[in-house]
């Protein structure tokens, strides 16, 4: 018996590796490439905004930003004198976008607080959808109806706010025109932001921590006690931050803005009178008949408005991000 | 032995004499507004709205601090205070739809989606021309914005979720900072970059440039968010079964989230559909169709609206409601699909 067992073949141990197929890392490549869009783009933005608009902001210096007159003339050489200054358009920007913040932020963190803990579901259901709905709104939409269905009930609105409160320098008007004014602005504003403050005030409050409800629940709070000494303690922060991205979405609105504000260059904190600033509607209102000097000037505009809006929303971001640790 | 049922009780439940006094304190406040509003220069249906809601806020209040007392009057007022703020905001969206579909239906008929202006002029009287053109327009640009956007905003958001590298925290910082820039500025970076450089001049293709800077943000954050919703399993069992990982993403991950990316999408357009700032700055102007997108101006929807609102006319203000209310069907449309096919991924999990 002497059959020969068959040579044991021991196969040559396979090299273990970490290191991705070729195919894998072309994946990758591509992929990580693409991903840097988002730094490609807004670098693009800044580099062409400040190019085209490098001659206005080193002629005007500063004063772009402090100096509030707003025209090109030519003197008896036929040469441009040019001034151009956004110190109104900023200020009126600030001006409507607070009142926008002012008025939404109550009425959103109402309805977030509504829709988390006292609506049934049913009705949950159907006013989340209402709020999504009202994000998906065109702006131009919001333009519409603030020119021609809300304007003639805030105006009268106006007209009250001023006759009562009228001693109160913010409320008085040097003439009784209160068409096309700030707080008209401000309102419209508030109801294009109140969808983004709701659902990140919305999101904040379902976060709050269970057992520290219902440890305030078996302690014999009622549902308000459990609100203003649970919920809204621990939300504070997330709402600040949705206000803040509500206030960046405010800066950066143009059209909805448009129809609804009468544009002078001119500081106005009469909120209830007629005239009022705003960067991004003046880009539009100068750009239809700009020379080649103001399309400069309207970059340097877009520039300022792009970094103010970066800004606002880098430090919202930071603010929700902290507090909401979900993928937002 | 004799078992006694008892029926179970629902002290929580209201009374007839809870609910007669509910009925009580809210005729008390209707009949309270109505004297109010008869017996101030107040006028109009919100004025009897708003002061209804304060009446009966003081009214019911009355009736809970016999009840319940201090404590109990703050949470009442707080459960009623929290209703008001939700009643606004959708009294708000419905004045939107509501005034839409008022205003907007009466410059609606076959020849306002069937022809184009070519031969008509915003002064005309409603019935002449229509926007066939701008809602071609929207839909050229639309589709251009898809494909620009749509692979890069799901290639970013597979970064994030998929390859999960070193600047994975700056890009989703970054991808935040990018939905924040104001639609003028995207706009107005197309115009600048590429109109005031270039011999290229307003047409559809620039102005869905500006567009996809503003969809991208979108994109990448719902197909995050679905991405995410992908089960750990199928991409391990894929690397398993000896796929290298992009044939793992290819072929498993994709897939397994489409309907959540195709949702992506549908959400990416609703939010640029109504887009009109960056148009002004890189579509220019057209009153016919322009198939070509690469030349020439066209029209779309927004750009018509607004064009409609400067003209100043009633007839052009008709045409500029008729339009947003088309272009609003439109954006529901998109809304209701989002809404159908998202929630067949999750009813799926």
């Known amino acids: ?328 | 032995m004799t078992t006694t049922d008892t029926k179970p009780t629902r002290p929580w439940a209201a009374s007839p004499r809870d609910r007669a006094l509910t009925a009580s304190s809210v005729l008390l406040s209707l009949a309270i507004t109505v004297g109010i509003v008869l017996g101030t220069p107040m006028k109009g249906k919100l004025a009897y709205f708003f002061v209804f809601l304060i009446t009966w806020l003081i009214v019911d209040s009355l009736y809970v601090v016999r009840k319940f007392g201090a404590k109990g009057v703050r949470d009442a007022l707080a459960a009623k205070i929290t209703l008001y703020g939700a009643v606004v905001v959708s009294m708000a969206v419905f004045s939107i739809l509501w005034a839409t579909v008022d205003e907007g239906v009466a410059g609606l008929n076959l020849a306002f989606v069937t022809e184009n202006m070519r031969n008509a002029s915003f002064f005309d009287p409603i019935g002449k021309g229509g926007v066939l053109h701008a809602i071609i327009g929207t839909l050229v640009l639309i589709i251009i914005s898809i494909i620009i956007a749509v692979p890069m905003g799901i290639l970013t958001a597979l970064y994030l979720t998929e390859i999960k590298g070193k600047a994975a925290g700056l890009i989703q910082f970054l991808v935040q900072a990018m939905s924040g820039v104001p639609s003028v500025v995207a706009g107005l970076f197309i115009y600048a970059a590429i109109i005031l450089n270039t011999p290229l001049r307003a047409s559809a293709f620039l102005g869905g440039l500006a567009l996809s800077i503003l969809m991208i943000p979108t994109v990448t954050r719902t197909a995050q968010e679905v991405l995410n919703l992908v089960p750990r399993d199928l991409r391990e069992a894929g690397l398993a079964m000896g796929a290298t990982q992009w044939k793992t993403v290819a072929l498993v991950v994709l897939p397994a989230a489409r309907s959540g990316l195709i949702t992506a999408t549908i959400l990416g357009v609703a939010r640029i559909a109504g887009e009109t700032a960056p148009l002004l700055f890189t579509v220019g102007v057209f009153d016919g169709y322009n198939f070509n997108p690469f030349v020439g101006g066209t029209g779309t929807l927004p750009t018509v609206i607004w064009a409609g609102l400067g003209a100043g006319t009633p007839e052009a203000a008709q045409r500029a409601w008729s339009a947003i209310l088309i272009l609003l069907i439109v954006v529901l449309i998109m809304f209701v699909l989002a809404r159908t096919v998202g929630s067949r991924q999750f009813k799926k999990k």
Not at chain 1, 18 to 36: L, N
Not at chain 1, 61 to 76: A, H, R
Not at chain 1, 193 to 203: A, F, Q
């Open chain 1, 1 to 328: 018996m002497s059959i020969d067992a068959p040579a044991k073949v021991i196969p040559q141990a396979r090299k273990i590796t970490t290191k991705p197929r070729v195919s894998d890392q072309i994946f990758r490549a591509i992929v990580t490439g693409f991903s840097f869009s988002a730094l490609v783009i807004l670098a693009l933005i800044a580099a062409f905004l400040l190019l085209k608009g490098f001659s206005t902001l080193r002629d005007q210096g500063f004063g772009f930003i402090t100096n509030f007159e707003w025209n090109v003339t030519l003197d008896e050489s036929g040469k441009e004198i040019a001034d151009f200054g956004l110190q109104a358009m900023l200020v009126g920007t600030m001006v409507i976008s607070l009142i926008a913040v002012v008025i939404a932020v109550p009425l959103s963190v109402l309805t977030a607080l509504f829709l988390t803990f006292y609506a049934p579901e049913r009705v949950k259901r159907i006013l989340v959808t209402i709020v999504d709905l009202m994000a998906a709104f065109p702006s131009i939409l919001y333009g519409l109806w603030g020119l021609f269905i809300l304007m003639p009930m805030a105006v009268y609105w106006a007209e009250l706010l001023h006759k009562w409160l009228g001693w109160i320098p913010l409320f008085d008007v040097p003439q009784p025109v209160f068409t096309r004014s700030p707080f008209i602005a401000g309102l419209v504003l508030a109801v294009m932001i109140i969808p983004i403050i709701t659902s990140v005030s919305r999101e904040v409050f379902a976060q709050t921590p269970l057992d520290r409800v219902q440890a305030a629940y078996a302690l014999g709070a009622t549902k308000w006690g459990v609100i203003k000494a649970v919920v809204l303690p621990f939300g504070a922060n997330g709402v600040v931050g949705g206000s803040m991205l509500g206030l960046g979405r405010a800066f950066g609105e143009t059209v909805a803005v448009y129809f609804v504000l009468n544009i002078v260059f001119r500081s106005n904190f009469e909120i209830l009178f007629s005239q009022g600033g705003n960067v991004a509607s003046m880009i539009v209102l100068k750009f239809g008949e700009a020379g080649e000097t103001e399309i400069g000037a309207l970059m340097a505009s877009g520039l300022v408005l792009f970094l103010l809006t970066l800004v606002v929303n880098f430090i919202a971001n930071a603010v929700v991000n902290r507090t909401v640790k979900s993928g937002r």
